[in-house]
T-cell receptor, first 114, second 110 residues
Framework: KAGVTQTPRYLIKTRGQQVTLSCSPI?????VSWYQQTPGQGLQFLFE???????NKGNFPGRFSGRQFSNSRSEMNVSTLELGDSALYLC?????????????FGPGTRLTVT | DQQVKQNSPSLSVQEGRISILNCDYT??????FLWYKKYPAEGPTFLIS?????DKNEDGRFTVFLNKSAKHLSLHIVPSQPGDSAVYFC?????????FGTGTSLTVIP
C-alpha cells in the first residue's frame, strides 16, 4: 500500500505570495491532518479534514486554509506569505476511526519564504 | 504557549546504553500520550503510546513512563542502537486537540 505523498517536496516563495501544497493520503484513509514544523515550535497542528469537511482547527491565522476533495486528497493554502511561514509542512492521514497513534505522516513540503 | 515541552534539544548515548528522553506537559486534561520518531527527509512515525490510566507501557526495547502528578513523560530505549539515531517527538491529546513537543535529537554513538 502506497504511503502518504506530498507535493512539491521543496518550494521557494517570496513574501506576499500565496502557495498551495498537496497531500495524497493512504488509500482508504479519509482523515487528513496538516502540521507545521519549525525548529523552535516543534509540530503545530493546523487543521484536520474528514469527508471534505474541516473537523478540527489549530490556532493559526486565517491566511492558512485547506480543503479536501471527494477522493480524500487535501490541499493547504497559505496566502500573503510571511518570512515566519518558512517551515516543513507535514500532512498525516488516518482511517475514520483512527486515533492520534494511527496517523501516518508524509515526508513533508519544505517551504522557504524569502 | 507550548503545552508540551521537550527541554533537551539533543542527547548523545553510547551504543548498548540506555537512552532516556523526557517530556513535560502543562495541561492536566491530556489523556493520551505518544512518542514519534523522525528521520531526516521523512515524516514522523509512531513509536509507542500510553493512556493516562497507565503509568508504564513497554514494547520491546522501548518503554514509556507517565508520571501524572509531575506531568512528566519519559521514553527509555534499552539497549540503544545506532539505528535509533533520530529526532524524537512526544505528543499529547485531549479530545481532538493534538500537541507536539519541539523534539529531541538522539545520537547513538557506535
Amino acid at each position: 500500500k502506497a504511503g502518504v505523498t506530498q507535493t512539491p517536496r521543496y518550494l521557494i516563495k517570496t513574501r506576499g505570495q500565496q502557495v498551495t501544497l498537496s497531500c495524497s493520503p493512504i488509500s482508504g484513509h479519509r482523515s487528513v491532518s496538516w502540521y507545521q514544523q519549525t525548529p523552535g515550535q516543534g509540530l503545530q497542528f493546523l487543521f484536520e479534514y474528514f469527508s471534505e469537511t474541516q473537523r478540527n482547527k489549530g490556532n493559526f491565522p486565517g491566511r492558512f486554509s485547506g480543503r479536501q476533495f471527494s477522493n480524500s486528497r487535501s490541499e493547504m493554502n497559505v496566502s500573503t506569505l510571511e518570512l515566519g511561514d518558512s517551515a516543513l509542512y507535514l500532512c498525516a492521514s488516518s482511517t475514520e476511526a483512527g486515533g492520534l497513534n494511527e496517523q501516518y505522516f508524509g515526508p513533508g513540503t519544505r517551504l522557504t519564504v524569502t | 504557549d507550548q503545552q508540551v515541552k521537550q527541554n533537551s534539544p539533543s542527547l548523545s548515548v553510547q551504543e548498548g546504553r540506555i537512552s532516556i528522553l523526557n517530556c513535560d506537559y502543562t495541561n492536566s486534561m491530556f489523556d493520551y500520550f505518544l512518542w514519534y520518531k523522525k528521520y531526516p527527509a521523512e515524516g514522523p512515525t509512531f513509536l509507542i503510546s500510553i493512556s493516562s490510566i497507565k503509568d508504564k507501557n513497554e514494547d520491546g526495547r522501548f518503554t514509556v513512563f507517565l508520571n501524572k502528578s509531575a506531568k512528566h513523560l519519559s521514553l527509555h530505549i534499552v539497549p540503544s542502537q545506532p539505528g535509533d539515531s533520530a529526532v524524537y517527538f512526544c505528543a499529547a491529546s485531549a479530545g481532538n486537540q493534538f500537541y507536539f513537543g519541539t523534539g529531541t535529537s538522539l545520537t547513538v554513538i557506535p
